[in-house]
């Protein structure tokens, strides 16, 4: 398999998306699969407006259609709803060519912190982009049947993984001097991650906060106190996890939380919300707690032992996510040419779709 991974998500931005992508080129070529990806590098981009870390391409067709004549490929996965996947889903349709996509990212709910856009039309459309594939990938349980509920087709499910090498437990002293517990958050700085309701916690020790955003400014001067790391990524990022005491996941929104699982592999419990990401890495693991009241829950996780966390993390493989995912392309791609072949000759088909 040659696989086509178009993604408007692609460095320099830091998210779970860049790291999913990353984890799945490298155990795919492990697994004998040769991934290419077509990203906002391969045409001309302009900043987006409040978030310049990302870039929105001008996919012109000639240009698209050459790269993609350039990398031949043999089966096309489409990773994001931005201007470099519609315009490969475009061609693919143009084409007849079947493909698969993943939904990472909740956007009408992202859309409406943003702007008055009903959320119903939000959807409308995804539903609508998704609907054209042979299959979509989604991570957890819970968005398979939120998102059938809400009437998308072909789901199929894909984990996702940790490095349980580099994120492990360790000594705890990249925070010293702070005073304990270290409430930790880790990710972009933005309204949608609802890092404001986690700083606004009435909690001992301190407030410990990983990451960058449009939203940084306003968080800082919301809560003085707590203490602004910026962006760390690899070790530097590992050790602060395994210096802190409990990991703060604020969000109402991921659709799963590669963060959840850095901070369980360092032997971090967790306090979230009881929504779609917690429920389905954390709930009933005893490696966290879930609740309604996030306060309540950061102090309770407090008890949690920490090699019970390291235990769940190591469930979790990024070998076994490539393997669902290049998986799930097979599949899907072999499902998508026999409907095809069943349209132009549906006697002729009949047989093989069975």
Partial sequence: MRLLIATDAWHPQVNGVVRSL???????????????????????????????????????R????????????????????????????????????PFTTSYHTRFPEYLAARAPVPQAWSYTWLRRFHGAASGTMVSTPSLERELAGRGFANLMRWTRGVDTDLFRPQDPDALDGLPRPLFLFVGRLAVEKNVSAFLGLDLPGTKVVVGDGPDRARLAALAPEARFLGTLTGADLARIYAAADVFVFPSLTDTFGIVLLEALACGLP????????????????????????????????LTIPRRRCREEALRYTWAESARQFYGNVEVAHQRGALRQRAARNPAASMVELG
Wanted: neutral net charge.
């Fill in 22 to 60: 990353e984890h799945m080129a490298r155990a795919g070529r492990d697994l004998g699969y040769d991934p290419v990806f077509l990203t906002h590098r391969d045409f001309p981009s302009v900043p987006l407006p409040g978030y310049p870390e990302i870039r929105l391409a001008y996919a012109a």
């Fill in 62 to 97: 000639g240009r698209l259609e050459a790269r993609i004549s350039e990398i031949a490929p043999s089966h096309i996965h489409i990773a994001t709803e931005g201007t470099v996947g519609y315009a490969a889903r475009r061609y693919c349709l143009a084409q007849g060519r």
């Fill in 270 to 301: 967790v306090a979230a919300y009881p929504v779609t990401g917690p429920i389905d890495v954390v709930g009933g693991t005893g490696a966290g707690i879930l609740d309604a009241d996030l306060r309540q829950a950061a102090l309770a996780a």
